[in-house]
T-cell receptor, first 113, second 110 residues
């Protein structure tokens, strides 16, 4: 099915461990995004990529890195996980330039202990 | 920082009634979007209204936009149990990223 695929769906990390969240879309979208969602905070933008080869910081980029591997894939890396990064992470994509809405993945629930 | 802010934070209504949620924002926008999120799931795009539009319909959804007041409303008519979800507004500014509000939790009572 067309859409945004995120892996893994669940992950538990120990403080200091690293991991990469994977995201892929098959809708030929130009722009891709990583959000985190915390209770009572709504969704906050971590990083985004307006096109292949470009990435920009969002509201809460500290502690994260991203890679726009190609037009389809946009990964989010936690180099040294902290308990404050316990959250639900969503990847999204769009055509960009205000054209149409975003399509979201089903999320990754990350717990850092 | 949050751009859009939904009101109310939570809303409970009887099935069949209409539900109205409001969104206020701070800076000029290109468009405003509404999303629905069912518990434990990702967000689903409902409707997009551009800054030069005042009203838009999609099925049982009606969205209005008042750029002079920097506000929007989402009306769901003839609510159903399946409409129980959180609803978010999101504003699209000039730098090609959208900012979400904290959402309205809608509960439809049987």
């Amino acid at each position: 099915n067309a859409g945004v695929t995120q892996t893994p769906k669940f992950q538990v990390l120990k403080t200091g461990q690293s991991m990469t969240l994977q995201c892929a879309q098959d809708m030929n979208h130009n722009s891709m995004y990583w959000y985190r969602q915390d209770p009572g905070m709504g969704l906050r933008l971590i990083y985004y990529s307006a096109s292949e080869g470009t990435t920009d910081k969002g509201e809460v980029p500290n502690g994260y890195n991203v890679s726009r591997l190609n037009k389809r894939e946009f990964s989010l890396r936690l180099e040294s996980a902290a308990p404050s990064q316990t959250s639900v992470y969503f990847c999204a994509s769009s055509y960009g330039q205000g054209e149409g809405g975003y399509t979201f993945g089903s999320g990754t629930r990350l717990t850092v202990v | 920082s949050q751009q859009g802010e939904e009101d109310p934070q939570a809303l409970s209504i009887q099935e069949g009634e209409n539900a109205t949620m409001n969104c206020s924002y701070k800076t000029s926008i290109n468009n405003l979007q509404w999303y629905r999120q069912n518990s434990g799931r990702g967000l689903v795009h409902l409707i997009l209204i551009r800054s030069n539009e005042r009203e838009k319909h999609s099925g049982r959804l009606r969205v209005t936009l008042d750029t002079s007041k920097k506000s929007s409303s989402l009306l769901i008519t003839a609510s159903r149990a399946a409409d129980t979800a959180s609803y978010f507004c999101a504003t699209d500014s000039r730098d090609d990223k959208i900012i979400f509000g904290k959402g309205t939790r809608l509960h439809i009572l049987p």
